[in-house]
């Protein structure tokens, strides 16, 4: 009769164990997730992710073609910014380099630091759109109630695939200060 309580000691500690070691995955598993979601975006290209620095290109604009680009801005629930570009759109030779400029104002009566996260649709134009120059490389520090224009310089490469006649290139504009203070390190 003493046989059966330390069977079911023993299948208590077996399973508390297993238990412990899954819930060690999971929130191994869950930390890793960022890098490998970031590893996935650069080798399928999916998420719409363009580069993030300065690239270098030189101009052969192919002047038989015209692409859209849609502008399309969004701001962060917390972030205290208007933010919009100038113009919602623009038609484009692929191969030439453009130039467009996005308002940003900080709307609180302290100085706040911002960052634009872009994204491009579709997915296959992500890697045929390469920014020269552009705010969201680094992050902008705004006195209290300043606006300011942004530059952005890019150009389309001439190998964007043909089915591709309109790129939508949206920018989200967050407060990192207050991203920095919800997420310590």
Do not use: W
Request: one cysteine or more.
């Amino acid at each position: 009769m003493n046989e059966q309580p330390q069977k079911l000691k023993s299948e208590n500690r077996t399973l508390t164990g297993r238990l412990l070691l899954m819930a060690i995955a999971m929130f191994g598993f869950g930390f890793l997730l960022v890098p490998l979601y970031d590893v996935f975006c650069e080798i399928t290209g999916f998420g719409g992710r363009t580069n993030a620095t300065a690239a270098v290109v030189e101009e052969a604009p192919d002047f038989s073609r015209e692409i859209r680009i849609e502008f399309v801005t969004t701001v962060n629930s917390y972030a205290p910014f208007e933010f919009a570009a100038d113009v919602d759109s623009m038609t484009v030779n692929p191969g030439k380099m453009y130039f467009a400029t996005f308002t940003a104002k900080n709307l609180t009566k302290a100085d706040r630091v911002a960052q634009a996260v872009p994204s491009v649709a579709p997915v296959s134009a992500a890697e045929h759109f390469t920014k020269i120059e552009c705010f969201c490389f680094t992050s902008q520090e705004f006195n209290a109630l300043e606006a300011r224009a942004m530059p952005l310089q890019f150009i389309v490469d001439p190998d964007l695939p043909e089915y591709v006649d309109t790129i939508t290139l949206q920018y989200t504009f967050f407060d990192t200060a207050r991203a920095a203070a919800n997420n310590p390190l």
